[in-house]
């Protein structure tokens, strides 16, 4: 009897301390697993699992946790490849994270630990952009991003992160100008650039209290500023510094300046000398303005209100642009903003800029309300619009030398990517305008007449919708035709979705709602404003290009005409069944073609992708028997989204009516944009009940819709 009571205890006492070591919170392990798989199971990572496990319990190496959270991830040197996942995020304790010195690659997360204070993931091969997700860690201490293959340019993501001491992305590719927000990091100390492109100047290091910067081997020019001559470990060569004397700084722009041993000496006795005569003058002021107030208050005058003007700019001044890489979306009162009146929008005239018409549109007015959430707000819309859009955009001609001078003579450097009907390149002013310049096939006008392009321009120059890319200008010299467009400096949704570019990626879904709502109202603009009807036939995630409000402009719009040309090359997977010819294009193969699009914004996956097994390759086959399929949908739902979506809110039923092959099933463009309003409508309308029946949900489990 006795043996079996201790057995029990002892049982109980087994049960006891394995209920007590099995306590690693949930989203850490969810976390960890999925690096694992990411990773490829590397088997040198003793105690780690693809499911489940106890990280903390179970001591995973590389492991440290504190009670139930993972506080930090330490595997540098541990020959590692593969890729990080997806869900670093929900490590929201992780202090420390160190993967340096193995052969990781692709992407670094858009998403990395949180709160983490010191990051290292150098010596690896990771390519693509530095995450602007960094922008939004306040406690980020030291980042170690140095030799990679990253790319591109540091985006503006600094003016947040004031507690950083040290940051390295030396021995990248990275370029362009250093962003203007580095001037915001007032506790920088080591600053490494060196061995990149970086071009411009450094004159926005001048006030860090850097005592270790290194930029050599970039492409710098101007002159080294004396203020970070002082530095105790400054390296600058193999740069293109100007010589001579450097020119004075601006009126009114002075500087901290770094003195040496004896300037310290001459300036305190200077500064000592300057304090007597500022107390000296202090005090003969005070009795003067003393004087002054008594004779103010003896005259009693009332001094009028300020004016209003005032308030209008102090306002004007707490705004800020909306920035297209944070997660803030429109709340559920804006979208119901959005959805007022939501009838098919009509116009006699393409052109004629109907206020409630665009008042319906994603491109709205945006402003940040008290609660960081942005808000819409119909005045401002109303005032930017009167102010842009009273008359209709002036097409003007441009010559082919100001384009040649503005283009670099049409440089490789500024080439922005190769379409269907010719290369478009980025046009630079001296005022800051940006301009996209798209030069045309001369082949494509092989057997027409000279005014067919004159044709051309007079038809595009009459599209007006603000999700629809508006022509502004046009060249045609020397048996160059050219049209020229505003530059939307986030690129495409194609770019966003599937070149991996994490200045800007993930998506959420409230923006891919809009995006898609958008879109159908461009194309609703063609096939049921215009008159006669357009057809676009070219519609693509690549065409489909995104402001800084990350509002859609379709482009590519009235040059249809040119498709008998190049149909094929024309979007692979985009096209629908009947296209077999470039006659055969009809509306309704553009709204097939807009489903293609809607099922690359739900899933995440290319229209044609060979990499994937053979069943996947199509988008539309492999996607279209289970859109019906609640739990298979699920599935398919882009990874990026992390789960942060509600399913009802799911645009499947939607997608089903486009991509039908039979184009007499489809729905035409006018239904599919009601569907999507309906979805967005009802999707506010839950998010509402959602939020009055928890007292448990936080704002941020709402960003969606």
Known sequence: ???????????????????????????????????????????????????????????????????????????????????????????????????????????????????????????????????????????????????????????????????????????????????????????????????????????????????DLNVENNKFTGWIPDELKGIDNLKTGGNSWSTGPAPPPPPGVQHRRRPNNEEENSEGSKISLRNGLLIGFSCLGAVTLLLFLICICTMRRRSPPPSSH??????????????????????????????????????????????????????????????????????????????????????????????????????????????????????KYPDGKVLAVKMIDSSLFQGQKAEEFSKLVTNISKLHHPNITELVGYCSEQGKNMLIYDYFRNGSLHEFLHVADDFSKP??????????????????????????????????????????????????????????????????????PECIQPSAYTLRSDVYSFGVVMLEILTGRMPVDEQKPISEQCLVKWASPQLHDTDALIRMVDPALRGLYPPKSLFADIVALCVQPDPEHRAPISEVVQALVRLVQQSALNMKEDLSSSCRTTDSEYEIV
């Open 310 to 427: 005032f308030l209008d700019e102090d306002i004007v001044s707490r705004r800020k642009g909306f920035t297209p890489l944070h997660s803030q979306e429109l709340g559920t009162e804006a979208y119901v903003g959005i959805l007022k009146e939501p009838k098919d929008f009509k116009s006699t005239d393409p052109g004629n800029g109907d206020i409630k018409s665009l008042l319906k549109s994603p491109s709205m007015g945006l402003r940040r309300s008290v609660s960081s959430r942005v808000s819409f707000s119909e005045n401002e819309f109303a005032n930017r619009l009167k102010g842009r859009r009273s008359t209709s955009v002036q097409v003007v001609p441009y010559s082919l030398a100001d384009l040649q001078k503005s283009t670099d003579n049409f440089a490789p450097g500024r080439l922005l990517g190769e379409g269907t009907f010719g290369r478009v390149y980025r046009a």
């Open 1 to 211: 009897m006795h043996h079996f009571v201790a057995r029990c205890f002892l049982l109980f006492l087994g049960t006891l301390v394995s209920l007590v070591h099995s306590k690693t919170d949930s989203p850490d392990v969810s976390a960890l697993n999925v690096m694992f798989k990411s990773l490829h199971t590397p088997s040198q990572l003793s105690g780690w699992k693809s499911s489940g496990g106890d990280p903390c319990g179970d001591s995973w190496e590389g492991i440290k946790c504190s009670d139930s959270s993972v506080t930090e991830i330490d595997l540098r040197d541990h020959n590692l490849s593969g890729q990080l996942g997806y869900q670093l995020s929900s490590l929201s304790s992780v202090k420390i994270f160190d993967v340096s010195k193995n052969n990781l690659n692709g992407d670094i997360p858009y998403q990395l630990p949180p709160n983490a204070q010191r990051i290292d993931l150098s010596e690896n091969s990771f390519d693509g952009t530095v995450p602007y997700s960094i922008s939004q860690m306040t406690n980020l201490e030291e980042i170690n991003l140095g030799h990679n293959k990253l790319k591109g340019q540091l985006s503006d993501m600094f003016a947040k992160i004031q507690k950083l001491k040290s940051f390295d992305v030396s021995d990248n590719q990275l370029s362009d100008k250093l962003p203007s927000s580095l001037a915001n990091l007032s506790n920088l100390n080591t600053l490494h650039l060196q061995n990149n492109q970086f071009t411009g100047t450094i004159n926005v290091l001048t006030d860090l209290p850097l005592n």
């Open 507 to 576: 998506l959420t879904w409230n923006t891919r709602v809009r995006i898609a709502l958008g879109v159908a109202r461009g194309v609703e603009y063609l096939h049921d404003v215009c008159s006669p009807s357009m057809v676009h036939k070219n519609i693509k995630s690549s065409n489909i290009l995104l402001d800084l409000e990350l509002s859609p402009h379709l482009s590519g719009c009235g040059m249809a005409s040119f498709h008998q040309h190049t149909s094929q090359n024309l979007g692979m997977g985009y096209n629908a």
